[in-house]
């Protein structure tokens, strides 16, 4: 049974990473047609809160229990890493896009060395290192920056957000009043889209470009269609995915599954809208990939218990 379990959660956090990896492919022909990144992002959480309001109400012990944790994952967790991925989307190529916002498991570990002032293992060290060797490819730095500057600087910014993320999510696992993960996305999803309607202005929008098409590749689809595929498979079925396999794995193992993500985004993007990865950010994907991997294995090492003292042998023998 415990197999079938582990099986199950590692089938699900494959399924989760998937629908993931599909959020930039379908986003980006909107954000062509006409809408704003921001706007993107608004419709994305707002569709999320929406779907997941019963879950909200279910869970409202929570608004008295974990404020400042719900607060924090709101604005952080949701808004940060979507505003700042989306805008970065539309400025630089899907898979490098999201290779810059999988840094935020190395950038945890600074976090951890020099903020909170806790050691750092030296497989997590070579983890940061590896995934700032492998940004330097992506950004193919020895040609001077030719990706686009600010959409990389919108990419390390959505990586922050991301390693605040596991901040959050490690503090809420903490203690005994430890609160249901359902309950902090759905609250999540709420305050979010509360805080990018300050931001984004949707009343500004051209709500015109969701009843018209959308260029996905040499294909024109409805532009309905791509945000119910945003919304419903790369948002709320994704998280609610994600949240179980992380329930059946440890989440080590559901954080290193959903580093596919990067993967299948890269190769959505090849096949659908014809993004072409140099050979060098090829090698440099695989890169940050393996920096997050091993970076996201020590920050779950843990030292060992210490073995239980032999009992006095003249004791015993009395």
Same mark, same amino acid.
């Given at each position: 049974?415990?197999?079938?379990?582990?099986?199950?959660g590692?089938?699900?956090?494959?399924?989760?990473?998937?629908?993931?990896g599909?959020?930039?492919?379908a986003?980006k022909?909107?954000?062509?047609?006409?809408?704003?990144?921001?706007?993107?992002?608004?419709?994305?959480?707002?569709?999320?809160?929406?779907?997941?309001?019963?879950?909200?109400?279910?869970?409202?012990?929570?608004?008295?229990?974990?404020?400042?944790?719900?607060?924090?994952?709101?604005?952080?967790?949701?808004?940060?890493?979507?505003?700042?991925?989306?805008?970065? !989307?539309?400025?630089?190529?899907?898979?490098v896009?999201?290779?810059?916002?999988?840094?935020?498991?190395?950038?945890?570990?600074?976090?951890?060395?020099? /903020?909170?002032?806790?050691?750092?293992?030296?497989?997590?060290?070579?983890?940061?290192?590896?995934?700032?060797?492998? !940004?330097a490819c992506?950004?193919?730095?020895?040609?001077?920056?030719?990706?686009?500057?600010?959409?990389?600087? #919108?990419?390390l910014c959505?990586?922050?957000?991301?390693?605040?993320?596991f901040?959050?999510?490690?503090?809420?696992?903490?203690? $005994?009043?430890?609160?249901?993960?359902?309950?902090?996305?759905?609250?999540?999803?709420?305050?979010?889209?509360? /805080?990018?309607?300050?931001?984004?202005?949707?009343?500004?929008?051209?709500?015109? /470009?969701?009843?018209?098409?959308?260029?996905?590749g040499?294909?024109?689809?409805?532009?309905?269609?791509?945000?119910?595929?945003?919304?419903?498979?790369?948002?709320?079925?994704?998280?609610?995915?994600?949240?179980?396999?992380?329930?059946?794995?440890?989440?080590?193992v559901?954080g290193?599954?959903?580093?596919?993500?990067?993967?299948?985004?890269?190769?959505?993007?090849?096949?659908?809208?014809?993004e072409?990865?140099?050979?060098?950010?090829i090698?440099?994907?695989?890169? /940050? #990939?393996?920096?997050?991997?091993?970076?996201?294995?020590?920050?779950?090492?843990?030292?060992?218990?210490?073995?239980?003292? $032999?009992p006095?042998?003249?004791?015993s023998?009395?």
């Amino acid at each position: 049974m415990q197999a079938s379990g582990k099986n199950a959660g590692l089938g699900l956090a494959l399924v989760s990473a998937c629908a993931f990896g599909g959020s930039g492919v379908a986003a980006k022909p909107l954000i062509e047609a006409g809408l704003d990144p921001l706007h993107v992002v608004w419709l994305r959480v707002a569709g999320a809160a929406l779907v997941l309001s019963p879950l909200a109400w279910r869970h409202r012990d929570l608004l008295l229990r974990k404020p400042l944790l719900l607060a924090g994952f709101g604005l952080v967790a949701v808004a940060g890493v979507q505003a700042f991925y989306f805008a970065s !989307l539309s400025r630089i190529p899907v898979g490098v896009a999201l290779l810059l916002e999988y840094l935020g498991p190395a950038l945890l570990l600074g976090w951890i060395r020099f /903020v909170q002032r806790k050691p750092v293992t030296r497989a997590a060290a070579a983890g940061a290192a590896v995934a700032v060797v492998g !940004l330097a490819c992506v950004v193919e730095i020895w040609a001077g920056l030719s990706l686009d500057p600010l959409g990389v600087l #919108l990419g390390l910014c959505a990586a922050c957000c991301q390693a605040f993320y596991f901040v959050l999510a490690d503090q809420g696992a903490d203690g $005994e009043d430890a609160p249901d993960p359902l309950g902090v996305i759905a609250y999540g999803m709420l305050i979010g889209a509360a /805080v990018m309607t300050v931001i984004a202005r949707p009343w500004e929008m051209d709500w015109g /470009v969701l009843g018209g098409d959308a260029a996905l590749g040499k294909l024109d689809v409805p532009a309905l269609a791509l945000l119910g595929w945003v919304v419903l498979i790369a948002t709320v079925f994704a998280y609610l995915t994600g949240v179980v396999s992380v329930r059946r794995l440890s989440p080590q193992v559901a954080g290193v599954v959903a580093c596919l993500e990067a993967v299948i985004a890269t190769v959505l993007a090849w096949i659908l809208l014809g993004e072409h990865l140099s050979l060098p950010q090829i090698v440099g994907g695989g890169l /940050v #990939l393996g920096g997050a991997f091993i970076a996201q294995s020590a920050r779950a090492e843990r030292t060992p218990a210490p073995a239980p003292a $032999e009992p006095d042998r003249e004791t015993s023998a009395a």
